[in-house]
């Protein structure tokens, strides 16, 4: 069995230039997820695990940590938010060793967005039912609902760019100004709208950390209001950005 160092498997698995991938690379990647991934990259390695079990094992902490933010008290959002800092090192580590091993494939990249989609709903969700206090039908666990409803949009928006370039026969690889804006104002408001970084809200990582910063508010006052107030700024957000993101695809040259 291989026992290639970390060295190695880092060298192998985070090509140049993959912190810097504008769209593609999250932030905590950047800053320091992708200094730790490939220590436990190195040990799937050595083990002889595929890439796609890993992608399976991301899915599964993303979705616990949705369920893990229902039950509720200020230990639960903690549990949350470790979880999903798993969840993104599973997420770099399966690309990590599919690149290390040769054993890149369309079936690792389709698992890895499902994965996406499945963690964002599943703690929206939580969250909602965590609002509502408890696991029963109500306004919040609906708010909850509506919100990962708008963030899987926004990301089938962004995933049908793809689907309907393929279907035209055009090429996959969208050049960086086919993705601004024909109209000079709708361009400007894109770039406010990016600055701004509103969108990151109903994110997994950004999402579980604020989590954790009301479930503490709510445990000094007593009650839910902090985190029946983030529920409702999820849901404008998630409202919002679904028709942004529209409107900046349908004014981009993305589907020329």
Known sequence: MSKPSVAEVRSGGQPEGIKERVNEEHWAGRLYMRDLSPYLSTVFVRMGVPPNPITYLMMAFGVLAGVALAFGGLWSAILAAVLIQIYLLLDCSDGEVARYTGRTSVAGIYLDRIGHYLSEIALLIGLGIRAQGGFEAGIWVIAGMAAAIGAALIKVETDNVVVARAK????????????????AGLGLARKIASALLFHRVIQAVELSLLVVVVAVVDQFRGDLLATQVLVVVCVAVAALQTVLHLVSVLASRRLH
Do not use: F, N
């Not at 026969?169 to 109209?183: N, T, V, W």
């Open 168 to 183: 035209a026969g055009l090429p996959e690889k969208i050049a960086d100004s086919a993705m601004q804006p024909r109209s």
